[in-house]
């Protein structure tokens, strides 16, 4: 088990660390902030992303 979480972890951080990694967050932000005035800056739109960064923040912090 302790074997197959570290395996685990080492290809996440791995994965993590990718420039095409970076790229990809990069474009889901910019995506998100120019869906801002569709969605009328609404409580809703600022919740979508901060749920979806504290998650992965969540998940990275005790992974890795």
């Known amino acids: 088990m302790e074997k197959a979480f570290t ?3 080492n290809r ?24 801002g005035p569709i969605f009328g800056f609404s409580d809703t739109w600022q919740l ?5 960064t504290t998650i992965v923040t969540f998940l990275m912090v005790f992974l890795i």
């Not at 996440?12 to 869906?35: D, E, M, N, Q, R």
């Not at 979508?48 to 979806?52: A, E, F, K």
């Open 7 to 9: 395996w685990m972890a």
């Open 48 to 52: 979508v992303i901060n749920t979806g």
């Open 12 to 35: 996440v951080a791995h994965l993590a660390g990718l420039p095409p990694t970076f790229a990809i967050c990069v474009l889901i932000v910019v995506v998100w902030a120019a869906s």
